[in-house]
């Protein structure tokens, strides 16, 4: 079973920060896939089990860019 997470992030730009929050979001426990979109601020998390929200928010400010919500 998979979980889909969609969550907002501010301040991506380009592909390298797509790259960067996908990296962040990639090391927590039972991630197995992330897609960033700069241009919609939109990064889809699927993993094993859900995520807490702190973790997710944590992972994503540590790598310089914002956090702003779950959809």
Request: a negative charge; glycine letters at 12%; proline letters at 4%.
């Amino acid at each position: 079973m998979s979980v889909t997470t969609v969550l907002t992030v501010s301040g991506m730009s380009c592909g390298h920060c797509e790259r960067t929050v996908s990296a962040g979001l990639s090391a927590l426990p039972g991630v197995t896939d992330v897609v960033a979109d700069a241009p919609s601020g939109r990064v889809t998390v699927a993993s094993a089990q859900p995520l807490e929200e702190t973790a997710l928010r944590e992972a994503v400010d540590g790598t310089g860019f914002t956090f702003v919500g779950q959809l």
